[in-house]
């Protein structure tokens, strides 16, 4: 019974995004333009060289969650 509800609503807000993000962003209906950084194939090709030739120095891997490695040391008792 209340999937006859949510379902249609679910879609319908979808659609409502949808039509809102079409009209602002592609349409642009409040102004502006997209920056020719975004827009140009060149501009991407250009950038991705430049990354891609920077020298890439670092230190060794950071573990995020150094507990799940279980890669520490529990003692058992004070130490004397």
């Known amino acids: 019974m209340p999937a006859k509800y949510i379902i249609p609503a ?3 807000s979808f659609a ?3 039509v809102a993000d079409h009209f602002i962003a ?3 209906i409040f102004g ?3 920056p020719p950084t975004i827009a140009s ?3 991407w090709e250009e950038t991705d060289k430049k990354f891609q ?3 890439r120095t670092a230190g060794p891997p ?3 969650n150094p507990i799940s490695r279980q890669n520490f040391i529990v003692k ?3 130490e004397s």
């Open 10 to 12: 679910v879609l319908g």
């Open 16 to 18: 409502i995004a949808f």
């Open 26 to 28: 592609d349409k642009k």
């Open 32 to 34: 502006g333009t997209t």
């Open 41 to 43: 194939k060149e501009w």
């Open 53 to 55: 030739a920077w020298p």
């Open 62 to 64: 950071v573990v995020m």
């Open 76 to 78: 058992s008792g004070p």
